[in-house]
DNA sequence: GAATCAGCAGTTTTT
DNA sequence: CTGCTGATTC
């Protein structure tokens, strides 16, 4: 056994850490506390699998997101090289989408399905609500979405009724539409990539085959697992022996999002004769911020004990701060980070917590007016902005002529003489004939009651389209990019783009996404293995909205992020703002009486971020939505624990305030004149 | 068919 | 205060 492990350095593991990489023959849960040394364990142990001679494409791990898969894709070949190549790493829906990719029949899909996210979704439900007239009143659709997902998820039959409010009643109305139209577009969403992978699962004919596939299965973040999902493990994982899970329940913050985090507490009843190993031991925090961690996370009722404890010493008392106002609080911050950068200090080593985005603007503008380099994490990602949607509804429609939502998204665009009154008379004769829409489009002629011009524009719009569809439905994807530019230019998408009398600045970034679309698909062309044309290209960039300009130029600066978006990361020195009752626990939550719970593990999450220093801070008063409000400060920091390693302290308003700004126009000079720079010519930003 | 206006609601969101 | 939707107007 040592001599085969040669190459994994087992003295770095502590001894939970090493069972957990060396245990075998039964399912395995490691409860593994923030900072303990998480992703170690899984990368270990796959690579100590790889070592023991299981081929990796006998190996599947499972993540969250794409960005996990990579970094352990990376750090297993460090580990274990060359063999660690052909280790199965994906996110859930990546690993359903192929299985659907080899047996999408038996589910009744077609081929060239395609993959519809949110706001796809919520663009039918809100067309179905036009047509249907479900709502008499304004129903914000997404909303309704919610319902309908949540319904379908738990694979109900109808979306109950249970208060008949209007959200309920409209889902239940549209649910079975919903299902019926998505399936006759040939799409599926996100949670169908799930639920369609247990459904050709639990297919006699295929069940085998997938349940022998892998040997061992290893699934990450398992407390944001929903049902459907542990239904597919277990599924592929048969009696679960060689299934091991790693997760905290403690950070389990998206239950919006379908997570159950009973799927982690119940992992031992499910999974027969389950080891459970509990890694509490944490390599990223003070003392200090681990006891208040602690001391928070403890008033949650269910949970798995765990106490989280560091070798390294109490660290700097952390610091709660009262802050008059929300402008004084993002002084506060703005003006500490500057003290101890002159201190040494980088800015790569802050955050700024906060609950909702909202949050982040003010103290955006703080940042910016004492000239602190920031970035801010999350937000909308490329793939969601509107020119690229456009761009992209072009090339899902061409793919797949049945998706109509695309289809709608872009008939008129740039706008060519094809409106809603037009859009409608196509689209009852589409539903009269029985055909799709798109069916309906290419014999305009046989459509009556459609005035000339509009005749000539949808035939145009059908000539322009068909010009383009074979050479890009082709499977290679060599020379693709190219293809797609001259669809593009035919289209005059840019042109439209540079017509509209956006600001320079709007502009700008407008054409810069929609170049994101050109770029991508040659970036995809130039990929080794990329195949499969364009139908590849579009799940591709469906399933992978992550980071896309991560590395680049953020080196030297702040980050700003929601609580969720930092999970899994950590900062020597974290603040940890809008402490406030209806903030951080926010209103919703309290009122609707229904997760309290998962807001804890928020403060929680924030919490266990920090690695050195902590400060969380909230106003007496905030501004929200143009009224000025008192506000109280947040119960969690009344379960902080009392004694040496807190402090409170206020920031007094004007005092800090100057401080920081001393501090940074001391520091600019000193960058001016190591720079070189003349302080008359860079003052190009207003200081006031 | 496109531009403008009034009214309303306002968490978080790995895919 | 903002951003989005639907309705009204040109």
């Not at 770095?12 to 040394?37: C, I, K, M, W």
Request: glycine residues 6%; hydrophobic residues 40%; aromatic residues 6%.
């Amino acid at each position: 056994m040592a001599l085969k492990h040669a190459h994994l350095d087992f003295h770095t593991l502590n001894p939970q850490q090493r069972a957990a990489v060396e245990h075998d023959g039964a399912p395995l849960l490691v409860l593994a506390g923030a900072g303990s040394g998480k992703t170690r364990v899984i990368t270990y142990r796959i690579a100590r699998l790889l070592l023991d001679g299981i081929p990796g494409e006998r190996i599947l791990g499972v993540t969250f997101t794409n960005k996990a898969a990579k970094e352990m894709r990376e750090r297993m070949s460090e580990l274990a090289g060359s063999r660690a190549r052909d280790v199965q790493l994906s996110t859930f829906q990546r690993l359903g989408l192929s299985i659907l990719k080899e047996d999408y029949e038996v589910v009744g899909l077609r081929r060239g399905f395609a993959i519809y996210d949110t706001s796809d979704q919520t663009s039918l439900l809100r067309e179905m609500m036009r047509r249907l007239s479900v709502a008499d009143r304004r129903l914000d659709a997404s909303k309704v979405l919610d319902r309908v997902l949540a319904a379908k998820r738990q694979r109900l039959e109808e979306v109950p009724i249970d208060w008949g409010d209007d959200y309920e009643f409209a889902a239940h109305e549209l649910y079975p539409r919903y299902r019926e139209q998505m399936r006759a577009y040939n799409a599926v969403d996100f949670d169908d990539l799930i639920l369609g992978a247990v459904d050709v699962l639990r297919e006699p004919s295929r069940a085998l085959k997938w349940s022998n596939r892998f040997q061992h299965i290893l699934v990450d973040e398992y407390q944001d697992t929903s049902p459907d999902q542990l239904e597919l493990l277990r599924d592929l994982a048969g009696d679960g022996h060689n299934l091991s899970v790693v997760g905290d329940d403690d950070q389990s913050i998206y239950a919006r999002r379908g997570a159950v985090a009973d799927n982690i507490l119940a992992f031992t009843r499910q999974f027969a004769a389950a080891k459970e190993i509990v890694l509490d031991q944490n390599y990223r925090s003070t003392n200090n911020i681990l006891r208040a961690a602690n001391a928070v996370i403890a008033n949650n009722a269910v949970r798995k004990m765990k106490n989280l404890w560091s070798a390294s010493g109490d660290g700097d008392a952390i610091e709660v701060v009262a802050c008059p106002g929300a402008d004084e609080e993002a002084e506060f911050v703005a003006g500490t980070i500057q003290r101890l950068v002159y201190q040494g200090q980088s800015y790569q080593d802050f955050a700024i917590l906060y609950r909702s985005n909202n949050q982040g603007r003010l103290l955006e503008e703080t940042l910016a007016l004492e000239r602190i380099p920031y970035r801010v994490v999350g937000g909308q990602s490329l793939f969601d902005r509107k020119d690229v949607r456009d761009a992209l509804a072009y090339l899902s429609f061409i793919n797949n002529p049945t998706d109509e939502v695309s289809l709608r998204r872009v008939i008129n665009l740039p706008p060519r003489g094809i409106g809603p009154k037009t859009l409608q008379r196509i689209t009852e004769y589409a539903e009269s004939s029985r055909v799709s829409l798109w069916s309906a489009l290419r014999r305009v002629d046989r459509i009556d009651g459609l005035e000339t011009r509009a005749h000539a524009s949808v035939g145009n719009f059908v000539a322009l389209i068909e010009g383009h569809a074979d050479g890009l439905r082709a499977r290679t994807t060599s020379g693709l990019a190219e293809r797609v530019q001259h669809l593009f230019d035919a289209l005059g998408l840019r042109e439209h783009i540079l017509e509209s009398d956006d600001t320079a600045k709007v502009l700008g970034r407008r054409l810069e996404n929609f170049d994101q679309v050109l770029h991508a698909l040659r970036r995809f062309e130039q990929q080794a293995g990329s195949s499969g044309g364009l139908e590849s290209f579009l799940r591709n960039t469906a399933l992978a909205r992550d980071s896309e300009t991560e590395e680049e130029s953020d080196v030297s600066k702040v980050t700003l992020i929601t609580l969720h978006s930092a999970k899994g990361l950590e900062f020597p020195c974290v603040f940890l703002v809008g402490m406030e009752e209806d903030l951080l626990p926010h209103r919703r939550a309290v009122e609707e009486a229904s997760d309290l719970g998962e807001e804890r593990r928020l403060c929680y999450v924030g919490i266990t971020r920090a690695q050195q220093r902590l400060w969380l801070t909230y106003a007496s008063r905030r501004v929200r939505y143009g009224k000025g409000e008192p506000r109280n400060p947040s119960r969690f920091l009344d379960e902080l624990p009392e004694g040496e390693g807190v402090i409170r302290t206020a920031a007094n308003a004007d005092g800090d305030g100057e401080e920081a700004e001393a501090a940074a126009d001391a520091f600019f000079e000193r960058m001016r004149s190591q720079l070189g720079i003349d302080p008359r010519e860079s003052s190009d930003e207003p200081t006031s």
